[in-house]
């Protein structure tokens, strides 16, 4: 046993004796002409190393050295490329003996790397690593100097690991500067083909644009550099700039290799806005699978599941989930992205389908999508408008005075600038769309947007018991814009329909409806003064209420028979088989003189007009009383066949009124005219008696009688 110890210490004593004689013979600062040789063949500049090198001897044995920098060309902001303040290194000891340099794992500290571009495009990168096929072979420089006759040094180096490194990046260019504060970076040995574990943690800023990162993975370089792996990445760290921040992000890759699929997971979360009260917040998180060719020129994402969940006052609603999943295909050469099998969720929205983004100065969008019961109002915060009540016997308001329900009409035009910067073109089908409280079934929209010039080629849906269908076009490349817009509504219940759009309940049934119209500018002003075109409508089996012509006809015969209407108690409106206008839309004016509307025992043909800015009303409607004691009004109105009566509609839109014109239902009916002279003549004979005969008097009387009818 002793012998043992005793051989072990020999042994000790021995290897000791070794370290002592070759420190003591070995003078590490040898080594800086060759390391400063080498560098120079391999970069083409100059390795200063202005601190001695020196033995280390704990932990391990090793080199110490300071003040070491690589210096620059002439001409750049800074003189060295790289510099370090200190730095160390283990070095194996037996490979010392056979003149090789096998260096461990560097540690720099301190160490600054600075890298310029200048205005013309040169950089201190530009030719600093040097094709290895045409410089000469190590063994061939040193034996064709005769300084180095002797047996060469071999250096070579395990890992380098920089302690709070620093880098400042700068492009003249474009006025850029990235600062890198600190960067620890561990780095194993690159040799090729075998893996390599990296570690970095830097901190800095490119621009505005603030970073804190930090990430591991190994690393296996190859002699061709797009061979080269990556295994085992693991990102995270945090953005931020003015305005918007991206708190925390995750990224993991199971492998990275070109033309070879990569599996990632990936999370952030950030806000925008004001830290303290961001308008919007939110995080997202998800896994996909990725590959990228090996010209670099096709991106390929597949089996992609992301949700983000969003919240802030800049939303339409919020909280707001979001959902998407697909396949995506980016043609980096033809700055094209092609999208496909997508299914995107939002809240209670779902879209599947396909499109293609092709990117450049002005984007192009093309989409195919389809989607369930999208409800716009939601999204857009519009409170659902109060429907007006239903007519009933009680006399109408007062007419509202002109402009009151609106207020002044703005003339501000909307920035339709957007639709300029992208050009689109796709159809979009929906289950359904509810939007401005109108609920509309089975949307088939086509749509195109090209140089600021947006039309819409196909608009299909159902609404109110019967369908919409709709094209027009809007071109922005003006200033105001103009609109041109041809609409036709079939089979639909008008009511509703109105009640909805225009809080308005005065008009009832069933039919068409045709719009076309066209102008320029968006503003309210605009939209109501400026418009031109033609509405016309057909209803059948309706109603309309605020008005009962029955009961207007009893009144007129009252006034005829000099008897007071019967004064009964009935709800305000009239029946009509068939209803149709034609309106004229022009100068803010909507005018009509083809209004006829067919109810029992009435026929009603009106004209009249409607200024759009005050939105009031001035309409004359003439009633004539057909062969039917059956229809509404009774017997009461058959003593009135043959007798056209007068109703002008006038007020507000909000707030008609309706009245009986007498003067205009004694003017225009011959009958009435004649029995009324024959009453006002007995009348003047009973009043003047034998002067009635009187030629002068009955010449009085006969004007006084043609100014009643006037």
Request: proline share 4%.
């Amino acid at each position: 046993m002793k012998k043992i110890i005793y051989i072990v210490l020999g042994l000790a004593l021995a290897a000791l004796v070794a370290i002592v004689a070759l420190v003591s013979l070995i003078d590490p600062n040898q080594f800086k002409p060759q390391l400063a040789e080498q560098v120079r063949k391999n970069t083409g500049r100059e390795l200063v190393m202005e601190g001695d090198i020196g033995w280390r001897f704990w932990p391990s044995l090793g080199l110490s050295f300071e003040r070491v920098a690589l210096r620059n060309p002439a001409g750049f902001a800074e003189p060295d490329l790289v510099r370090v303040a200190q730095g160390e290194a283990s070095v194996a000891l037996l490979p010392l003996l056979s003149h090789r340099l096998d260096i461990g794992e560097v540690t720099l500290n301190g160490a600054h790397l600075f890298i310029q571009t200048k205005a013309d495009g040169s950089s201190n990168l530009t030719d600093l690593v040097k094709d290895e096929r045409k410089a000469a072979p190590a063994n061939e420089a040193a034996s064709a100097s005769p300084a180095d006759a002797a047996t060469p040094w071999q250096v070579s180096l395990k890992g380098v690991s920089l302690e709070q490194a620093s880098a400042l990046v700068q492009d003249d260019r474009n006025g850029l500067v990235s600062r890198l504060e600190r960067l620890d970076l561990t780095l194993g040995q690159l040799t090729l083909g075998q893996w390599v574990p990296v570690t970095l943690a830097a901190k800095g800023a490119r621009g505005d644009l603030l970073f804190d990162i930090k990430g591991q993975a190994e690393i296996k370089l190859a002699q061709d550099e797009k061979e080269s792996e990556l295994k085992g990445l693991a990102l995270s760290g945090s953005l931020g700039a003015p305005g918007q921040r991206l708190d925390a992000f995750n990224l993991k890759a199971d492998r990275v290799a070109l033309g070879e699929w990569s599996s990632l997971t990936l999370s952030l979360n950030g806000a925008q806005g004001e830290a303290a009260k961001p308008t919007l917040a939110g995080s997202l998180e998800g896994t996909l699978k990725a590959k990228v060719d090996q010209s670099l020129q096709l991106v390929e994402v597949s089996d992609a599941v992301l949700s983000a969940k969003l919240d802030g006052e800049s939303l339409p609603r919020a909280p707001l989930s979001l959902k998407l999943a697909g396949f995506a295909r980016a043609e980096l050469d033809k700055q094209t992205v092609t999208l496909s099998n997508l299914v995107m969720g939002a809240e209670d929205l779902l879209l599947s389908g396909n499109g293609t983004v092709r990117l450049g100065a002005v984007p192009n969008v093309d989409f195919d999508l389809k989607g369930n019961k999208l409800d716009l109002d939601a999204w857009l915060g519009q409170p659902q408008g109060a429907k007006p009540a239903a007519a009933t016997a009680a006399a109408p308001a007062p007419a509202a005075s002109s402009g009151a329900a609106k207020g002044t009409l703005s003339s501000a035009e909307p920035d339709l600038s957007a639709l300029k910067k992208v050009d689109l073109a796709g159809e979009l089908q929906l289950d359904g769309l509810k939007v401005k409280g109108l609920d509309l079934s089975a949307v088939d929209l086509q749509l195109a947007l090209n140089g600021g010039q947006l039309t819409l080629k196909r608009f299909v849906a159902g609404v109110a018991g019967g369908k919409v269908s709709a094209e027009g076009a809007v071109d922005a490349r003006q200033q105001p814009a103009s609109y041109r817009v041809h609409k036709q509504i079939q089979g639909v219940e008008i009511r509703p329909l109105l009640q909805t759009l225009a809080q308005n309940d005065k008009l009832e049934g069933k039919g068409d409806l045709e719009i076309q119209v066209q102008g320029r500018g968006f503003s309210e002003q605009a939209l109501r003064s400026q418009m031109q075109g033609t509405v016309s409508l057909k209803l059948s089996d309706g109603a309309l209420h605020g008005i009962n012509l029955a009961q207007m006809i009893r009144e007129a015969r009252a006034t005829l028979t000099g008897k007071g209407a019967e004064q009964v108690k009935e709800v305000r409106k009239t029946d009509f088989s068939d209803l149709s206008a034609r309106f004229l839309i022009a100068n803010g004016i909507a005018s009509s003189n083809d209004i006829q509307l067919a109810a029992p025992a009435l026929r009603v043909k009106g004209q009249g007009q409607t200024a759009l800015v005050p939105e009031t009303l001035d309409f004359l409607f003439l009633t004539s009383v057909v062969e039917s004691s059956k229809g509404q009004g009774g017997k009461t109105v058959d003593e009135l066949k043959d007798i056209t009566i007068p109703v002008r509609i006038g007020g507000h839109w909000q707030a008609p009124s309706y009245q009986l014109d007498v003067k205009a239902l004694l003017s225009n009916n011959k009958v009435l005219e004649e029995k009324a002279r024959k009453e006002a003549e007995r009348g003047l004979k009973k009043l003047l008696g034998d002067k009635a005969d009187d030629e002068g008097i009955k010449g009085a009387a006969d004007q006084l009688l043609k100014g009643l009818f006037k």
